[in-house]
T-cell receptor
Framework: NAGVMQNPRHLVRRRGQEARLRCSPM?????VYWYRQLPEEGLKFMVY????????ESGMPKERFSAEFPKEGPSILRIQQVVRGDSAAYFC?????????????FGPGTRLTVL | AQSVSQHNHHVILSEAASLELGCNYS??????LFWYVQYPGQHLQLLLK??????LVKGIKGFEAEFIKSKFSFNLRKPSVQWSDTAEYFC????????????FGQGTTLQVKP
């Protein structure tokens, strides 16, 4: 059973460009979480999605950031007009459909560098 | 405010030494508690978790943690570390009745010297 897949693993963008990060959950998982890890900090929750629904986006910055988890295909975290402060590692986690309090399984992360 | 605090940012031990990593949390209500580990170059993996029941939880690779409700603590222990335990360790908490989002501590880097 393949684990959580994220791509790309490394992404370099210039200020003002868009970044699109993809996450494919484990087979059978329908819950996806996105976390961000800034340098020298722990992981911070961003958003929780189920298929076609955003359940909790309390950790998402108000502007430039959006997330989706379509019926088909991976979950996408989109950052528009990136700034240097967006440089971080972005982790996706998935959990089974039994509920949001089940164990989350993490992907390898996407390391975004904004030049 | 909900938060998790890990007391040690960087720990250096020799092989066979005992390990205890501190974790305290601030969270209203019933909690679920987790320790995750990130080995160099790898993704986060679950070491152990506490949802309910026996407050002494055993995980993989000889790790255990004890939930002390009165102290809001969930410290991680291992009696004898190995060089392969070199990694970053994260404590996390979620509310039993919420969406399951995890609140992480800032992490502890453990370096085990052979």
């Amino acid at each position: 059973n393949a684990g959580v897949m994220q791509n790309p693993r490394h992404l370099v963008r210039r200020r003002g460009q868009e970044a699109r990060l993809r996450c494919s959950p484990m087979k059978g998982h329908s819950h996806v979480y996105w976390y961000r890890q800034l340098p020298e900090e722990g992981l911070k929750f961003m958003v929780y999605l189920q298929k076609e629904n955003i359940i909790d986006e309390s950790g998402m910055p108000k502007e430039r950031f959006s997330a989706e988890f379509p019926k088909e295909g991976p979950s996408i975290l989109r950052i528009q007009q990136v700034v240097r402060g967006d440089s971080a590692a972005y982790f996706c986690a998935s959990s089974p459909p039994t509920g949001g309090t089940d164990t989350q399984y993490f992907g390898p992360g996407t390391r975004l560098t904004v030049l | 405010a909900q938060s998790v605090s890990q007391h040690n940012h960087h720990v250096i031990l020799s092989e066979a030494a005992s390990l205890e990593l501190g974790c305290n949390y601030s969270y209203g209500g019933t909690v679920n508690l987790f320790w995750y580990v990130q080995y160099p170059g790898q993704h986060l993996q679950l070491l152990l978790k506490y949802f309910s029941g026996d407050p002494l939880v055993k995980g993989i690779k000889g790790f255990e943690a004890e939930f002390i409700k009165s102290k809001f603590s969930f410290n991680l222990r291992k009696p004898s570390v190995q060089w392969s335990d070199t990694a970053e360790y994260f404590c996390a908490v979620s509310g039993s009745s919420n969406t399951g989002k995890l609140i992480f501590g800032q992490g502890t880097t453990l370096q085990v010297k052979p």
